[in-house]
């Protein structure tokens, strides 16, 4: 088959990346084909089951026209400076362009060590290869803009991590782009203003080919950033791990190592286990995601003129990140509580309920999609902090002509959560991939009640928490 590669990004300059083939694997295995996915990028899903697709899904042959290439990126990890990071497990393969014009970057995640794997051994074992893919896919069934999973597949091979040989795997990982605000870091930390035009002028033609020059693409990726964090609250999820390499400038959700959705709704909630200060807690995303984008600004003033009028400027477009997310925030929240036309003295209501939510541990997704069935009050210890609550919203919902079909839309009855997720990893462990296939079927509608798939909806009991998730390195 030949596969329709068009590789803008091979034609930057070569200090924007290190050429470089994946590193062969032993006996592939295919775990899990993303067929749908497939036919979006015009490609043959078939072809790529077969045994040619899965030695490219390897890494073990590349097709015609593939230009496989490593990424060279910067950035802040927790707070503190990087200034080399880059691909240290993942090889772009190289653009796609689907039947609809459109690009996509496909990616294999775990394809062996490159220039940046510093002391890693660049592969990946299968718990956050499933991990990723159970995730990103539920997020595309959510609506929310995110990279894909193509395709799975194990290795034949054993990575050693904790001092545990486990299972290697591979993912296939599909973007719009791989841009990075750690990208534009990499170049203005040493001072390559011909990079950053480099730079600016490919994610305009990408992405942002309504933008002028670099503040209307500052702009508009400071739209696209409050948009993606707003929805990612209202559906309790918490990235774990938000560095400037892991903000994508397209505007889709990438890399989720630690990634949790909250079980028990608590905003100071915490799941990643490197993140020891609470960094990247729920609440605290929109506030780091602002302070990544004026590293971006920061990137950006080189291109913007006179540096004063520049720094005016690029701190304006940065102080717009606020109120673009509160007015998605009560767009999203607001129609999870049948709000149509959520506005701002809705606020109060909203906020109300998540502060009982709170105290009385009541369940982030059960808790919402009982608003419709009338089965939210079961969700809190003490009842009576819902019942206080619910006339307030019985009266403003008396306003809306069809509530209950906004709640539908809004709130899923399904997501992946962590202790189905750590099933799966288990089984999958010892070679067994019934658990992956049923949960990925179950997040396929999230916003459907299926009794088939009554088990995913309900909430961990204790003995089942996982309090911890874990990056995939």
């Not at 400076?81 to 995640?109: M, N, S, Y």
């Not at 775990?110 to 002391?119: D, I, L």
């Not at 942002?208 to 409050?226: E, K, T």
Request: a negative charge; glycine letters at 8%; proline letters at 7%.
């Amino acid at each position: 088959m030949t596969l329709p590669f068009d590789n803008s990004y091979a034609r930057l300059p070569e200090r924007f990346y290190a050429r470089q083939d994946p590193v062969p694997v032993k006996a592939p295995g295919l775990v899990a084909l993303n067929r749908p996915l497939a036919e979006r990028l015009g490609l043959d899903a078939d072809w790529l089951s077969g045994p040619e697709g899965l030695a490219m899904l390897s890494g073990n042959a590349m097709p015609p026209g593939a230009e496989p290439l490593a990424q060279a990126y910067a950035g802040h990890q927790f707070g503190g400076w990087v200034p080399t990071l880059g691909d240290g497990r993942a090889i772009l393969l190289g653009e796609v362009v689907a039947p609809d014009g459109a690009r996509f970057d496909i990616q294999l995640k775990g394809a062996g060590r490159t220039p940046f794997s510093r002391r890693g051994d660049g592969r990946a074992w299968i718990g956050p290869v499933l991990r990723e893919y159970i995730v990103s896919e539920a997020f595309a069934a959510l609506g929310i803009p995110t990279t894909r999973a193509l395709a799975a597949i194990t290795t034949g091979e054993v990575v050693v991590r904790d001092a545990m040989g486990r299972p290697g795997a591979i993912l296939s990982r599909v973007a719009s782009s791989h841009v990075r605000v750690g990208t534009f870091q990499y170049f203005a930390a040493r001072g390559d203003e011909d990079a950053l035009k480099s730079l600016c002028n490919f994610m305009i033609s990408r992405h942002y080919p309504d933008a002028a020059g670099p503040l209307d693409l500052l702009n508009s990726v400071v739209a696209a950033q409050a948009d993606l964090v707003a929805r990612w609250m209202s559906v309790g999820f918490i990235h774990g791990v938000m560095n400037t390499d892991n903000m994508a400038l397209s505007g889709e959700t990438i890399d989720f190592g630690p990634c949790a959705f909250m079980d028990a709704y608590h905003p100071q909630t915490v799941f990643s286990s490197i993140d020891q200060f609470g960094r990247y807690a729920y609440a605290n995303q929109p506030q780091i995601a602002a302070w990544n984008l004026a590293q971006l600004a920061t990137c950006l003033l080189p291109l913007m003129g006179e540096r004063d009028t520049a720094i005016e400027t690029a701190t304006e477009a940065v102080h717009g990140f606020a109120p673009l997310y509160q007015d998605a925030w009560l767009r999203y929240m607001g129609a999870k509580l049948g709000l149509s036309t959520a506005a701002e003295d809705d606020r109060p209501l909203i906020e109300d309920l998540l502060s009982r939510m709170a105290v009385e541990r009541a369940d982030f997704t059960r808790t919402f999609h009982g608003l419709r069935s009338g089965k939210a009050r079961a969700e809190f210890i003490d009842p009576t902090a819902f019942d206080t609550w619910a006339p307030k919203w019985q009266a403003r919902l008396a306003r809306e002509e069809n509530p209950t079909a906004v709640m539908a839309a809004a709130n899923p009855v399904r997501i992946p959560r962590n202790h189905r997720i750590e099933e799966v990893i288990v089984a999958a462990t010892d070679g067994n991939f019934t658990p992956f296939e049923r949960l990925s079927a179950a997040l396929r509608a999230p916003f459907i009640d299926d009794p088939a798939f009554a088990e995913f909806e309900q909430a961990p009991v204790p003995e089942e928490r996982v309090l911890r998730t874990f990056c995939g390195t």
